[in-house]
């Protein structure tokens, strides 16, 4: 299946490749990258066989990610797929063809990480289980004071979704224990899982000593959080040489 319209890109804007095309994130990168004067979406992938295929949605017709030409045209891949089998087979691709990647696919396990960077040695991969620029900062900022202050405190966090999410806990959760324990490898983190409604996202880091306790909130009211952090990822990623970046680094922390 190739593009319904075949437009070249905006004059000096990045063309990118996005896989995961129909899902929630997909849609919103698409809404996101039209307004968007600096790149536009050039293809658009889906897993063999899905009901989309072929569905246009902006000037991208959706494609099977096993079609021939995967990525040509492209200088980035976005990925928001759900199986990691399926990331790991589009960032070789993107290895071959020399098309940096963003991933934003969340549940991915340690192997798959692992994957994602022996592959960061041939083409510049972002990962991140949470694009927003604000959850990425409450990660910074957690990691900054379990520094200043220490041991003493019970560490716990709260993360509440929408009642579809499937994973318990969350992404960012992990991201935010891998961080604190980058600080103190036998750190103790308590984690908390809330599934109810329609709650896009939140999540909460409470530092509790004796006599005192200490909150970081972040809480995301619209999707628009994560697509304006993937527009942010891929101007970044962009202008990298190959290696494995998370979104500290587009924050320039």
Known sequence: MELSTNKP?????????????????????????????????????????????????????IESDDTKGFLEGCQVLVDFSAPPVAVISHLEKAAKAKVAAVVGSTGLDQDTRQKLEKIARQIPVLYSANMSLGVNLLIALAQRTQELLGGGFDIDVVEMHHRGKKDAPSGTSLM??????????????????????????????????????????????????????????????????????????????
């Open 9 to 61: 890109p905006k004059s000096g804007s990045i063309s990118i490749g996005l896989c995961g095309a129909a899902g929630r994130m997909g849609r919103e990168i698409f809404r996101a990258s039209a307004l968007s004067a600096d790149m536009k979406i050039v293809r658009a992938y889906e897993m063999p066989g899905h009901r989309s295929i072929g569905m246009k949605i902006g000037d991208a017709a």
């Open 176 to 253: 935010i224990e891998h961080q604190l324990r980058m600080v103190d490898p036998d750190l103790v983190v308590n984690h908390h899982s809330l599934r109810a409604g329609d709650v896009i996202g939140e999540h909460t880091v409470l530092f509790t000593g004796i006599g005192e306790r200490l909150e970081l909130t972040h809480r995301v009211s619209s999707r628009e959080a994560f697509s304006k952090g993937v527009l942010a990822a891929v101007r970044f990623i962009s202008k990298q040489t190959p290696g494995f970046y998370d979104m500290r680094k587009v924050l320039g922390i």
